[in-house]
């Protein structure tokens, strides 16, 4: 380890991203430090990673765990506690890079927290930037540390971005999306869609609440929010196409015609180095794409009728204000109840329409008016779900 590495905060340790950015860590122990990990519930793996990384500092969000983590690490780590533990470990953990793999709307304020360290946020969380874009990139705007997508469509984007002086060339922004596990279904068979078969993605592994969003094509609506944010992109030019191989990560069109597109396996490992080394390169082993075995790349117009969702994200994103916070707190709120088996597939986007109906947006330029809205959509949305006057 030298005096150049650069300390990094990893919130979401043991999840998908999480452990991927560690296997990206531990091949470059000379550039990276890890001083601060937050996991939810799993201790056992919060251990091993502790063991190993020897970070300054920790947390665990699941408070019946906190004295079970005290007996096994309380001796090799500072262990943060309380209800701002997330922002507290950013904030007092040393640090020049904050992976944020938090789910959910949780994640907004600990990315504040880190952008007014000046960090870079390696942001995995797109919820964010969904819910804070106006406030967050208004802090990047003004100086306040950096923003760079973990996401592998906005990587894509990124990298077909490198090297280009004139963003006035750029026309529009295509993000790839694979379509799910439902791209063929009936919509009839819709409705009879269970967890275990939602939860089992054709190309990426997820974790469950993002899986359930990709099946539902409301990922693609958050990732086109996200686009829009992190590179100042009017939804008029942005546009989503399927693309079930996903190998093609996205495309930006030039107003000359051309096109840049960046192609890789699917794989997490290289938008989280990516994001991590930005904006230099660093090598990685593992598996080649080979175009000729892959043979056929296919694309297709998404259908906004199988697929709700999507259409309802990129229309809340166009009203703006808090219209995108509205549509995740429902979505948050319907998907978990989809996962417990209280309500159907289809009434997903239901329970989100109903929330965008209700609710009058307002502007997102507090976190206050963002967690006002994100609060009162939370309480509807139980409520709608327990009516269950829904169809
Ligand atoms: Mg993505």
């Not at 090799?76 to 789910?103: F, M, P, Q, Y």
């Not at 609506?221 to 008029?236: D, T």
């Not at 660093?282 to 175009?291: A, E, I």
Request: hydrophobic share 45%; proline share 5%.
């Amino acid at each position: 380890m030298n005096d150049t590495a650069q300390n990094v905060i990893i919130l979401g340790s043991t999840g998908s991203i999480g452990t991927s950015t560690l296997n990206c860590i531990r091949r470059f122990p000379d550039r990276f430090r890890i001083t601060g990990l937050a996991a939810g519930r799993n201790i056992d793996l919060l251990c091993r990673q502790i063991d190993e990384f020897r970070p300054e500092k920790a947390y665990i969000a699941d408070v019946k765990s906190i004295g079970r983590l005290r007996e096994r690490c309380g001796s090799k780590v500072h262990l943060v506690e309380g209800k701002d533990g997330l922002e507290t470990l950013v904030r007092e953990a040393s640090s020049d890079i904050v992976v944020n793999a938090l789910v959910g709307a949780v994640g907004l304020r600990p990315t504040i927290a880190a952008l007014k360290k000046k960090n870079r946020v390696a942001l995995a969380n797109k919820e964010s930037l969904v819910i804070g874009g106006d406030l967050i990139t208004g802090l990047v705007a003004d100086g306040w540390g950096e923003l760079v997508p973990v996401d592998s469509e906005h990587s894509a984007i990124l990298q077909c971005l490198s090297g280009v002086k004139a963003p006035a060339t750029i026309e529009s922004i295509v993000l790839t999306a694979s379509g799910g596990p439902f791209r063929t279904r009936p919509l009839e068979g819709f409705a009879t869609i269970t967890p275990s078969e939602a939860l089992t993605h054709p190309t990426w592994a997820m974790g469950k609440k993002i899986t359930i969003d990709a099946a539902t094509l409301m990922n693609k609506g958050f990732e086109v929010i996200e686009a829009h944010h992190l590179f100042s992109m009017p939804y008029e030019r942005l546009r989503v196409v399927i693309h079930p191989q996903s190998i093609v990560h996205s495309l930006v069109e030039f107003y000359d015609g051309a096109f840049m597109a960046q192609l890789g396996c699917p794989d997490m490992e290289l938008p989280i180095q990516y994001a991590l080394a930005f904006p230099r390169r660093l090598p990685m082993n593992g598996k080649r794409l080979s175009l000729s075995e892959i043979g056929t790349l296919e694309f297709f117009e998404p259908d906004y009728v199988r697929f709700p969702c999507l259409r309802l994200c990129i229309e809340a994103g166009k009203q703006g204000g808090t219209a995108p916070a509205v549509v995740n707190a429902a979505n948050e709120v319907a998907v978990a109840a989809f996962l417990a088996g209280t309500i159907p597939f289809t009434d997903i986007a239901r329970v989100v329409a109903a929330a965008l109906d209700r609710y009058a947006a307002q502007p997102a330029t507090s976190l206050d008016a963002i967690e006002a809205a994100d609060a009162a959509t939370r309480r509807s949305a139980h409520e709608t779900i327990k009516q269950k006057g829904l169809s």
